[in-house]
């Protein structure tokens, strides 16, 4: 049996440290990983806002693509670009260990919020909250992979902007100049990493097994399932957070308008054993709250 497992991945920092990771995990278990780097669509338009470029899955299509097609065995994912419905045939083959999952603000020397100020992000979900809290605030788009949007902020007149803590912490980009902002909801599977592979690939699904890490694929899981049945999209300005505590799992997780003036969140715990379908029992309470109604104008315009 070949032991050389051809890996996916899209050719930013972040992404070839997340496939070598996956690799030396590979490595650990015997086998021979060869990276394959591709750009996906959505590496390749920087301007227009994700939600206005109408594609499910913008930074996996290409992978998908590819992997269907067989010239790659496996791709690595960031899970939270991942929409919840995977393409026909293909599986998920591992999660991994989770890592920071919080939003941080990277600013130049910011000593009050209270004034107007501008902030960038490229995620709907991270604007609606930011301007929940500070609707005096303007926020504008910020795209590009980490960095990228770090060279722009740097060439800015912005007083921050909004990224995700694990990819910096990942390629040892994290500055001193951030805070943590732990108000703020993350997207369903922040921090998380997603091996896929065909469903008709048993060598490559056997070869997964031992790397993943099933209390993370349990909470991420949960999260997905909320954003599925909101039928929210990778882009939807929806957050959810699972983290597993003795024997029970807590939700946290919440929709928002565009401009952070309508929010419906929730917080709820269920024993392990109740984890079955409680995704989606979240989110059923969020669409009565009034969430279905709000849901249906975001489906207007995103």
Known sequence: MSKTIRIGTRDSELALWQAHKVKSLLEREGYNPILKPVKSTGDLNLEQPLYEMGITGIFTKTLDVALIKGDIDIAVHSMKDVPTALPKGVVEGAV?????????????????????????????????????????????????????????????????????????????????????????????????????????????????????????ALAVKVEREFLKTLEGGCTAPIGALATVEANELRLKAGLYSLDGKESYTLEETTPLEQVEGFGKRCAELVLKQGGDRLMAELRKVL
């Open 96 to 216: 991994l260990p989770r890592a920071n999952t919080s939003d941080i603000l990277i600013h130049k020397g910011l000593n009050d919020f209270d004034s107007e100020k501008t902030i960038a992000t490229g995620s709907l979900r991270r604007k609606a909250q930011w301007l929940s809290k500070y609707p005096n605030h303007e926020v504008v788009n910020l795209r590009g992979n980490v960095n990228t949007r770090l060279q722009k902020l740097d060439d800015s007149n912005w007083a921050g902007a909004i990224f995700a803590a694990a990819g910096l912490e990942r390629i040892d980009l994290k500055p001193d100049n951030h805070i943590e902002l732990d108000w703020m909801i993350p997207a369903p599977a922040q921090g998380a990493m997603l091996v896929v592979t065909m469903d008709s690939n048993a060598r490559c699904k056997t070869a997964l097994e031992p790397i993943n890490h099933a209390e993370t």
